[in-house]
């Protein structure tokens, strides 16, 4: 098979020089400069957009207070039918949309269409289902009458204010639409600041979600490098950040909200996620289950497992089946509907991950599969995977954020958990068994924000999401988001 051609709007929309969008509209940046956006499958530049400056982050948070007054005066109802209507619109224009995205970003089309299009629609409308129902409790105080008074009290839920949104570039489209409908179902404006390497389709969005209905400077985009974001954080009118991508830089973002008059902060960071396979899975099952949980979208994913623990017993013919396996993967282009693996995002990052191949080779670690730099124009990365000698190696700790799987063999239950809970880190795990009472007493015993059972990676919006220890605070999804972008008022009445 070949490429699929790419629709007449996508190559106008890569045509355009792109300004950033503020008010409701398409505003040229009072700077000069500009990024390139480079196609990471071909390593051509397929389009530009403005970097910001601090003129246009004042004109983005002047906008974004006037949104916010006049969209936190909405009626509920109106604020989820708004949210309804994109997602509409997002289904409408799926093609388009998965096309800029694998443009940008070189995610497979399947999964531009599946995850980044069709997903970010679902969750819409879960979000839009919370507008009508954010609410309040009713409290009797226990104060003593001292003349015959009574006393009643209630609490109220309302937004927070003004929310920056800083986007990484693994899934540009999906967690922007989490970022915004959070902000938006409880009456919060935002402010959206896309990864510099993954801009163009939050720009094509923003579009959208004027014509599904929302109000001038309800949501803006500034695009831009990451002194574009710190702008935003630091800037005394606005009132929240939700932040997801890498540990050191989240760390970064917490300290910038916490001196900038205690900005309130939800950070979703990475990790080095665990997989643990019990001895009672069938290694044809733990194959398809690392290949779940590792190699999607290039290993490109914040929940991804990097660390995979197989009873020793198993060791030996998993590694062997999944090393067939991905050895038969088809790599290629992107637009190629054939193509089962892209490349990953940006050359910087490819170089990133050709430094862990040095490193496991510098540690005698022993690469079963892959553990190279494919040549060419791209900046594909060989899926690997990689033997290591002791749990002290480098790549069992280190995030690489790509198709890279590190093995480790146990021997027993205990073992195994030391092992899944012996990292800073806490976003995800798995545990793979047949036997269901085993899991649940083990699952407790795992330190991680969200534990799959037979799963990995898959996320549903009504089910919480974010993790523990050093990969963040806060939670998306579910009814927890909330508590994050409101303020909780308490009121008491004498009478």
């Known amino acids: 098979m070949s490429d699929i051609a790419l629709l007449p709007q996508v190559e106008a929309f890569l045509a355009r020089h792109h300004a950033l969008f503020i008010d409701g509209r398409y505003v040229q940046s009072q700077g000069a400069q500009t990024l390139d956006v480079v196609n990471p499958a071909t390593g051509q530049v397929i389009s530009q957009v403005s970097e910001a400056s601090p003129g246009d982050i004042d004109a983005a948070v002047e906008s974004a207070r006037r949104g916010f007054k006049q969209w936190s005066a909405a009626a509920p109802a109106v604020r989820g039918h708004v949210l309804l209507k994109l997602a509409d619109l997002l289904e409408r224009h799926r093609e388009e949309l998965a096309q800029i995205e694998t443009c940008q970003s070189g995610k497979i089309i399947q999964i531009s269409r599946a995850f980044e299009v069709d997903q970010a629609a679902h969750f819409l409308r879960y979000y839009a289902g919370w507008a009508t129902k954010i609410s309040g409790q009713t409290i009797t105080p226990s104060l003593p009458s001292f003349a015959g008074e009574r006393y009643t009290a209630f609490t109220l839920r309302e937004p927070v204010g003004v929310v920056v949104g800083i986007v990484p570039w693994n899934f540009s489209t999906m967690i922007a639409i989490w970022k915004l409908a959070s902000a938006l179902v409880t009456g919060c404006s935002i402010i959206i600041k896309p990864s510099e390497f993954t801009p163009l389709t939050i720009l094509r969005i923003a579009e959208l979600a004027m014509d599904a209905g929302l109000p001038p400077g309800a949501l803006n985009v500034l695009t831009g490098g990451g002194q574009v974001g710190k702008g935003l954080i630091e800037h005394p009118g606005t009132n929240k950040v939700s932040f997801t991508g890498s540990v050191p830089t989240g760390l970064a973002v917490g300290q910038s909200a916490m001196g900038a008059g205690l900005t309130r902060a939800t950070l979703e960071l990475g990790g080095k996620n665990a997989a643990g396979f019990l001895p009672d899975v069938a290694a044809d099952v733990a194959v398809n289950g690392i290949i779940e949980a590792g190699f999607l979208h290039s290993g490109q994913i914040c929940a991804a497992a990097e660390r995979f623990f197989v009873h020793r017993s198993q060791l030996e013919p998993i590694m062997d089946k999944l090393a067939q396996r991905l050895s038969k993967l088809n790599i290629g282009s992107p637009l190629d509907e054939a193509t089962e693996f892209g490349p990953v995002t940006n050359r910087q990052h490819q170089r990133k991950l050709g430094e862990f191949f040095a490193k496991a080779r510098a540690q005698d670690n022993t690469i079963i599969h892959g553990g190279?730099?494919?040549?060419?124009?791209?900046?594909?990365?060989?899926p690997t995977i990689i033997l290591a000698n002791s749990r002290n190696d480098t790549l069992l700790h280190e995030e690489t954020f790509?198709?890279?799987?590190?093995?480790?063999?146990?021997?027993?239950?205990?073992?195994?958990?030391?092992?899944?809970?012996?990292?800073?880190?806490?976003?995800?795990?798995?545990?793979?068994?047949?036997?269901?009472?085993?899991?649940?007493?083990?699952?407790?015993?795992?330190?991680a924000g969200t534990v799959w059972v037979n799963m990995h990676t898959l996320l549903d919006p009504a089910v919480p999401f974010g993790g523990s220890k050093s990969s963040g605070m806060g939670r998306e999804f579910g009814s927890a988001f909330i508590d994050d972008y409101t303020e909780l008022k308490s009121v008491m009445i004498r009478y």
């Open 372 to 382: 190279k730099l494919i040549d060419g124009p791209g900046c594909y990365v060989e």
């Open 402 to 447: 790509g198709p890279i799987a590190t093995f480790l063999p146990y021997d027993s239950e205990e073992e195994l958990l030391e092992l899944m809970n012996d990292t800073p880190f806490g976003l995800s795990a798995s545990l793979w068994t047949n036997d269901l009472g085993k899991a649940l007493r083990m699952v407790p015993a795992i330190e």
